[in-house]
């Protein structure tokens, strides 16, 4: 089981801790400086993160030799009531990389098997409720 827990810091700030790291979050505010990622950025970079270990797997896996790599992860909210990301875009960057079409589309399949992945294409059902 996997357990998070977010905490008041202050004003639109808040900690997120697990497995003994944390992190900050920061909800952006007119004419504030901004201390840590926004909820939605976090949440995209988890689904990059998620990518990222998949990826690397994959290729280390098949000995396909890579000097590095970059994810970039693009979403808009959308302008109606209720907000939500409607499209998010990931692009997967590997200098060098040299697959054949089988090959890339073995890549693909991997690597969109992430669980990050695998639970925002499947609608989860999200409980919140008020503790006691």
Known sequence: MYQTAVNYIGPSKFKI???NYSVNIDFPRPNQPIDG???IPMMLGALGG???VYLERYLVGKKIPFK???IDIKSDLTKESPHFLKIIDVKVSVPGLNLDKEGRDSLMRFIANCPVHNTLHNNPTVNISLAN
């Open 17 to 19: 801790s697990a497995d």
């Open 37 to 39: 990622l926004g909820p």
């Open 50 to 52: 998620c990518v990222a």
């Open 68 to 70: 590095g790599f970059s």
